[in-house]
């Protein structure tokens, strides 16, 4: 998504809702009113896919904290107390 959003006025949306739709799939839109920003309007798999990829990042930030947490080893320090020896 190198590209800047367009920009649409709210009101051109009941007019124009079949064009405006489909138009999503290049990507979002912006709907202003008076002239500010007032919602995002995208596809739905752009969406989802947005939702998943927040959800991963949550999951990657919940991850490295509790690797910080006091206590936490990572697996090679683990495998290394037992005397095992790391794979490489």
Sequence with gaps: MSRLPKLIPI???RA????ILAG???GPVILTQHSKGAAVL?????YERLLTMIE???DALDAAESRQD???MTFDEYLSQRGERVPT
């Design 11 to 13: 009101s051109d949306l």
């Design 16 to 19: 124009r809702q079949a064009e």
């Design 24 to 26: 999503l799939a290049e």
């Design 42 to 46: 995208m596809a739905i798999d752009h």
């Design 56 to 58: 991963d990042l949550e």
């Design 70 to 72: 006091a206590g936490a």
